[in-house]
């Protein structure tokens, strides 16, 4: 089975700073994918970034980058110079290549919130 | 354009009443999703399908099944609704099993 786990419920950000919000997971498959996702108050669902365990760079989508340390089996969520719109719930999440581990897992999420 | 839609947004119904939920997609994906997100905003995966395949997650009950007309639409199907479905339910899509998952809007479901 796999398990995502994001640790920091709330993080609190100054506007034009950068934060990290991190993200640990758990399988046995040797190919994974992680995924982060950004929920604003609105509710949608925003895919973000995306990070093969293969992949040789880390990934980067402008503002954002993926941190991703395979020894660790961290993949932490960078974003630069916070704007007030990046206020919103972000969620990990991973897929695997077998079984049911090839369902997508979330982790429980982290409220993010940038003072002006 | 809208990628993944859904209706209705919001549904608020009475306990042991049926209802439906719809989905459709226009990006040409495979494989669509069904999610529910409970109210601690913790979402779970309820069912995974495309046309040669259905996923269930184990831990929904049978009053719970999906409907896909055509590749474009999936449909979830809820019957004998109970206090605890009250949730909201995501559809999401991707271009197969391993890709980007894409999600709809959501629909905020409460049953009283």
């Known amino acids: 089975a796999q398990k995502i786990t994001q640790t920091q419920p709330g993080m609190f950000v100054q506007e034009k700073e950068a934060v990290t919000l991190d993200c640990t997971y758990d399988?046995?498959?040797?190919?994974?994918?992680l995924f982060w996702y950004k929920q604003p108050s609105s509710g949608e669902m925003i895919f973000l970034i995306y990070q093969g365990s293969y992949d040789q760079q880390n990934a980067t989508e402008g503002r954002y980058s993926l941190n991703f340390q395979k020894a660790r089996k961290s993949a932490n969520l960078v974003i630069s110079a916070s704007q007030l719109g990046d206020s919103a719930m972000y969620f990990c999440a991973m897929r695997g290549l077998s079984g049911s581990a090839r369902q997508l897992t979330f982790g429980s999420g982290t409220q993010l919130t940038v003072l002006p | 354009d809208t990628a993944v839609s859904q209706t209705p947004k919001y549904l608020v119904t009475q306990m042991g009443n049926d209802k439906s939920i719809k989905c459709e997609q226009n990006l040409g994906h495979d494989t669509m999703y069904w999610y529910k997100q409970d109210s601690k905003k913790f979402l779970k995966i309820m069912f995974s399908y495309n046309n040669k395949e259905l996923i269930i997650n184990e831990t929904v009950p049978n009053r719970f099944s999906p409907k896909s007309p055509d590749k474009a639409h999936l449909n979830l199907h809820i019957n004998s609704l109970e206090l605890g479905d009250s949730a909201v339910y995501f559809c999401?899509?991707?271009?197969?099993?391993?890709?980007?998952?894409?999600f709809g809007p959501g629909t905020r479901l409460t049953v009283l």
């Open positions: 399988t046995s498959d040797p190919s994974y994918g």
């Open positions: 999401a899509s991707s271009q197969e099993f391993q890709d980007t998952q894409y």
